[in-house]
């Protein structure tokens, strides 16, 4: 399975903006799609994460109840609806597939291209 993120961009504080995550290849074997960020200098944090079937959610404390994870499976997309966005938001994002519904990276196995978010303050 590949995965690509898209959807990041500039956006003032208290702004809005969705990622998107497609998935290709053999997505039949897709259980679990996460979200991770990394800004410069700091180490890779977990934000949210979503069961490819049963649609259960997980969140990152920092971003429960501003961010707010979604899947499509006929499209092969997993979403992240971030609304309230503040600076320290402000990193590149990276979507990931694993088995388990975990904030621990190392449990994901393919990771996508990240995709840049800058919030403005």
């Known amino acids: 399975v590949q995965l690509q993120a898209s959807g990041g961009g500039l956006v003032q504080a208290g702004g809005s903006l969705r990622l998107s995550c497609a998935a290709s290849?053999?997505?039949?074997?897709?259980?679990?799609v996460g979200w991770f960020r990394q800004a410069p200098g700091k180490e890779r944090e977990f934000v949210a994460a979503?069961?490819?079937?049963?649609?259960?959610?997980m969140y990152a404390n920092s971003v429960k109840g501003r961010f707010t994870i979604s899947g499509d499976n006929a499209k092969n997309t997993v979403y992240l609806q971030m609304n309230s966005l503040k600076p320290e938001d402000t990193a590149g994002y990276y979507c990931?597939?694993?088995?388990?519904?975990?904030?621990?990276?190392?449990?994901?196995?393919?990771w996508g291209q990240g995709t840049q978010v800058t919030v403005s303050s």
């Open positions: 979503i069961t490819w079937s049963a649609g259960l959610t």
């Open positions: 990931a597939t694993g088995n388990r519904l975990t904030a621990g990276s190392t449990q994901y196995f393919v």
């Open positions: 290849g053999r997505t039949l074997n897709l259980q679990v």
